[in-house]
Every structure is written in C-alpha cells, then in structure tokens.
C-alpha cells in the first residue's frame, strides 16, 4: 500500500463522503427532492450555464448520487463515474454517446441478452453494426477490427457460460488503434477485477447485482476517464433521462460496504457447489472460473482477485430436464439476477437470452439444458442439500 491509499475494503465504506460537510452525519444523507433553490436569478442563470458550480435539478446532479459516483470512481480506480437508473440505461448510454451512424461495435462472444437486443436496434434503426469475437488472440481481434470500429464492448466473466477474456491484451489492441474498450464488470464487481487497472477504458455495472447485494434495487453505473463521463453524462443521461433515484442510490451505498465481505463468501461457497455438482452423475459439464482446468485458467489467475459466484452447469437431457431440476427445488429461488443474498438459478435459453435467436445462442454456448446459479449466502450445507434432493427427483 502505497502512501495513505487505503484498501479496498476501507474504500468501501469510506470512500467518497465527509461528514463535517453533512453535519456530522455518520450515514451520507438522502437528498430526496427532484429541484434546487437559487438564492438569486443570476446565481441559476450561472448554473444553468455551467459558470458555476452546484445543484440544479436531480435529473442533472444531486448530492446522495454525487456521494455514491465519487465512492464508484475510487473503487473502479476511475477518474469520474455516472449513475444511473438501470444496468441497461448505463450500457446504453456510453453505446450511444461512442458511436455514430455508421459505426462499428466488436463484441466478446457472449453478451447478457438485453445488450444483445439493444445491439440489433442500433443495428435496424442508426446502421450502428455489431460483430461477435471469441477475442481469443491478439491476431483474431485484429482480423475483427473494420476502419469503423468505434467501440470494443467486453463481458468478463462472459454471462452465462463463464468464458474469460484476457482484457490487458485487449486493452492494448484499443490503445494501439486509438478504440475505447467497455467492460461490463457487472460478474466481478471492483472488488474481484479491476478493468482500469489493466488499461481499458470504461466500465460498466448492473449494479442491481452485488454492488447492491440485497435484490432491492435497479441501477447502473459507469466509470471512466472524467472527459467521457462528461460526455456521456452531456450527451445521453441529461437528454434521454436514465437516472438513478436518490433513495436507490443510498441504498447502493448502504450495500457497498459490505461487499467485499459477501463476495468471499459468495466466492468461497461457490467453488464447493461447483466441485460438487462436476462429481454428480446427471451433470454433463460445469462452467466455473475456479476450475484449475478451465481454459483460460492461467488469465483467471493474472486479472480476477477470486473466481467469484456465479456457476453454470448442463444438466443431462435438454430443457425438459433443465425445467425440471428448477421445478424441484425449494430453498433455491427461481429468479434472473445475481448478487444476492439468496441463491437463484435461471435457464438462460427461454429468460436471460430468450431474445438471442437459437442459432446466435448455441454459438455463444447457451444450449437448453444449461442453467445459471448465483450462489447465496445461506448455508451452504443448505443450499447443497436442495441440489442434491432436486437432482435426485429429477428421474
């Protein structure tokens, strides 16, 4: 630790706010109003021409956001960060705001199936193109790259298969063609992978997911360099309006102090489940991170801090047996998203992806008998106990 920079874990809960400015207040305040006063005409006329520093209206700023986007950008070790009302919003927004008609987007293999669909209506709509790239080599990347690339948009850990991309390899190709690179580092959170650290450019988060970690919350954040989050926040969340609420954003805050605490156990509980449901006899394949087998092992090793707690898995059969696995579980909860406290499983082929035509989703690995667990908190004696009853119903 260099200097006074604190850890991880003390940014967690530190970062970003000082009490003497808030009256003392241990627990950053909640601003929730949508307008604020100017004590004078020329003092709003001043703001509104950006002459002057302060609030104006919550769609533009408002101090319990400013509180979370300052803790965001140290966390991601970013210059700025914007939040924002939804995952999708912050994707969209920093899509919107680096291309043009015309342009080119190259993309990991795998995306979550929101961003696969909001790539088709950039595509229909604005000519914006899309290409889909295992970015498995410096030399597969760069045969990818058109004269209208604009944007190189990566999943990592890619949702849901768990394929890793070796983003400091492809943060070189962005800096050496002058292209910036998008993570979506909603899997990993800050705590576990660190995009900017390892030269790319911006990242995003659904951070709906473990940044909040208790399933009460929607919400997005990107962090970058500060010249593209003024852009972004210029070009895209003051005019299309995909803001975060004041009291989402207290949540956030309330929910990023114990992050690092619930990833390990997140963490620790899903290498057991992983191991165990790769011994059992009506698993075909898992797909996990932490596997010292795993194909891109050794780049898990150089870029993740744990190999975090999402696993997927094909079960034996095909959706009909995925289906019914699902149907006899209990404890475990039939939902779509991730980082919560509870454990939660989803079959990829007809929710998350369900937009993503068959064919486009068995390229990207996502056949009907796969399904996607985010290990909870609970025991994990618990949780393995349901797997295993559901698994042994499933005749």
Request: with cysteine.
């Amino acid at each position: 630790m260099e200097g006074n920079e604190k850890r991880i874990e003390t940014k967690c809960i530190h970062s970003g706010y000082d009490s003497q400015f808030y009256n003392g207040s241990l627990i950053p305040p909640l601003f929730q109003t949508a307008t604020f006063t100017f004590s004078s005409a020329e003092e709003g006329a001043r703001r509104f021409a950006s002459e002057e520093a302060g609030y104006v209206y919550s769609r533009l700023g408002n101090p319990t956001v400013e509180i979370l986007e300052k803790r965001m950008a140290e966390l991601e070790g970013a210059e700025s960060a914007l939040a924002f009302g939804s995952g999708m919003a912050a994707v969209s927004s920093v899509l919107l705001t680096l291309t043009k008609a015309g342009d080119h987007i190259l993309c990991s293999q795998g995306v979550y199936g929101c961003t696969y669909g909001l790539l088709h209506l950039l595509e229909e709509k604005y000519q914006i193109s899309h290409q889909f790239s295992p970015m498995s080599s410096r030399e597969e990347l760069m045969n990818c790259i058109t004269p209208e690339t604009t944007c190189i948009y990566i999943e990592t850990p890619i949702n849901p298969t768990l394929d890793i991309v070796d983003l400091e390899m492809v943060a070189a190709i962005g800096k050496e063609k002058q292209i910036p690179v998008v993570v979506d580092n909603t899997f990993c959170s800050p705590y576990l992978q660190n995009p900017i650290a390892l030269g790319c450019d911006l990242v995003v988060h659904s951070a709906t997911k473990y940044l909040c970690g208790h399933g009460d919350v929607i919400a997005g954040i990107v962090a970058g360099k500060k010249e593209w989050m003024d852009d972004i926040a210029r070009q895209a969340r003051k005019d299309i309006g995909g803001i975060i609420s004041p009291f989402d954003a207290w949540l956030l805050l309330r929910g990023i102090k114990t992050l690092p605490i619930r990833l390990d156990r997140h963490s620790q509980q899903a290498a057991i489940l992983a191991n165990f449901l790769r011994d059992h006899e009506k698993i075909e394949q898992v797909y996990y991170p932490g596997f010292a087998d795993h194909p891109q092992a050794k780049i898990v090793a150089k870029q993740m801090k744990q190999p975090g707690g999402i696993i997927s898995f094909k079960i034996k059969g095909g959706q009909k047996e995925a289906q019914a696995l699902m149907n006899h579980l209990s404890l475990i909860k039939m939902a779509v998203s991730l980082g919560d406290a509870e454990t939660l499983i989803q079959h990829p082929a007809t929710m998350t992806h369900a937009v993503v035509p068959k064919e486009e989703r068995e390229k990207m690995g996502i056949e009907d008998n796969l399904l996607r667990l985010s290990v909870g908190l609970e025991a994990i004696e618990d949780i393995q106990a349901d797997l295993s009853e559901a698994l042994y119903q499933c005749k």
